[in-house]
Nanobody, 116 residues
Framework: QVQLVESGGGLVQPGGSLRLSCAAS????????MAWYRQAPGKQRELVAQ???????NYADSVKGRFTISRDNVKNTVYLQMNSLKSEDTAVYYC??????????WGQGAQVTVSS
């Protein structure tokens, strides 16, 4: 497995922006698909965005056009740029890494609260 550490969460007003970062403890360049999930109170954890080793991205319909996932394979870090935030984006955001060799790993979560 790989250790993942998220940062960048916080409180933001509706319409604002935040950028989440997820630093991995080992190289994620070649074999690892990275993703962001979120879990709001009383709801199931859901996929927000995903990026493959070949930089193919996939987004939940609810965030398309507002969120952008990217990766820096030199820094072993994945980012989630969140723009035009809405109250319904409030959740704990989790970083996820998957590879066939190492399996699935999760970060500890970062709270994002969108409120005026």
């Amino acid at each position: 497995q790989v250790q993942l550490v998220e940062s960048g969460g916080g409180l933001v007003q509706p319409g604002g922006s935040l950028r989440l970062s997820c630093a991995a403890s080992r190289s994620i360049a070649i074999t690892t698909t990275m993703a962001w999930y979120r879990q709001a109170p009383g709801k199931q954890r859901e996929l927000v965005a995903q990026i493959t080793p070949g930089d193919i991205t996939n987004y939940a319909d609810s965030v398309k056009g507002r969120f952008t996932i990217s990766r820096d394979n030199v820094k072993n870090t994945v980012y989630l740029q969140m723009n035009s935030l809405k109250s319904e984006d409030t959740a704990v955001y989790y970083c996820n890494a998957f590879s066939v060799r190492a399996g699935t790993s999760w970060g500890q979560g970062a709270q994002v609260t969108v409120s005026s």
